[in-house]
């Protein structure tokens, strides 16, 4: 069953990289073939169906090791590409910020390094001077030497970018802003329900990976109280293991988060592997302690057979209806009431700054004028760490 989902889900990555696929072929091995992947007789019936369709390309759902990929492409008169390829594709059309960018060229580039297949001798440059006569530096060694030299220079680039984001981090802790970030298998709605909760022009679309560099948006909840919210990359299963590495700093937002929002299209047939894949990766990011509220999306067309099987706190949504959106905030915000301790001041009212404070820095459940003493009293919750708290002290009732 779910392989069956795995093709489904290689056809529809197909149609994201703009491509149309014809027809799927399946194998069943006990083992795959060290040279061709699949065997013989189903290489020649590939063949067969690439001239009979006048197929471009033939995608594998699998990685291909360099020397499959080079067998196949002797013996199929079509390109060849793996389901690591295609997501790169993917991920290339998808990128707009300079990292986003330089992140997927530097994992299509890890990709290409041990594929690079030259002609040898026949494609070999020739130094000059004295200890350089003879076949000199082949074309595939020069190629791979450039490779190599690209490779650092990301390293480089991608550094910088990554230190002027833990600075922002690092400011946005100083102030205390209460982090989310949302998660989720890719196309399960994230982009639209940050969206909708931020007023943010995040992109969405009826895709697989609609969404590719992180953007953090503001997010008032109920009471007025101000948070974060940041919208992240989607995951998938059987991600390419390069990515996650040049995606790591991505998701790092994640791993700074105070609350995580996992997202889950409950319309998917496969929604329960989707659920196991976004927590295995999460467990490989090494983040386990955040404190979670999964999501159940698409509730107006969800699954027949759909159980929820979560074990945080739960809300059942459609990111499109503007009570379920009232709903899902509510809920942000009750969930954040438990880091909270309580509070009870008595502010006078010639301190309009610190009951502006109050409204966006705390979740302020009560404000009530007194006119005996010019006075309000407040009564609310407050992060214990935040400053505001600090300060409440000194009105205390």
Known sequence: MRFQYSMEELSSLTETARGEALISVVQKRERIH??????KGKVE?????????????????????????RNLSSSLNARIIDRTQLILDIFAQRARSKEGKLQVEFAQLQYMLPRLSGQGIALSRLGGGIGTRGPGETKLESDRRHIRKRIDDIKEQLAIIVQHRDRYRERRKKNKAFQVAIVGYTN?????????????????????????????????????????????????????????????????????????????????DDYFNHEKTVHKLLDDLDIKDIPQITVYNKKDIKHPDFVPTALTPTVFISAF?????????????????????????????????????????TVLRELTFREDNQTYLCRGFSLKDHQITGQLQNYKV
Request: aromatic letters at 6%; glycine letters at 4%.
């Open 34 to 39: 060290p040279a061709t992947y699949i065997g």
């Open 45 to 69: 019936e590939l063949n067969a169906l690439v001239e009979e369709l006048e197929a471009d390309l033939v995608i594998f759902n699998d990685e291909l090791s360099p020397s499959q990929k």
């Open 188 to 268: 399960a709605g994230k982009s639209t329900l940050f969206n909708r909760l931020s007023e943010a022009e995040s992109f969405e679309e009826n895709q697989l990976f609609a969404t590719l560099d992180p953007m953090t948006r503001k997010l008032a909840l109920p009471s007025g109280f101000m948070t974060l919210i940041t919208d992240t990359v989607g995951f998938i299963q059987d991600l390419p293991t390069s990515l996650i590495a040049a995606f790591r700093s991505t998701l790092e937002e994640v791993k700074e988060a105070d609350l995580i929002l996992h997202v889950v299209d409950m319309s998917n």
């Open 321 to 361: 209806d503007k009570n379920d959106q009232k709903l899902i905030k509510k809920k942000i915000e009750d969930v954040i009431i438990d880091f909270m301790t309580p509070y009870q001041v008595q502010v006078p009212s010639t301190e309009g700054k610190i009951i502006s404070q109050l409204k966006s820095e």
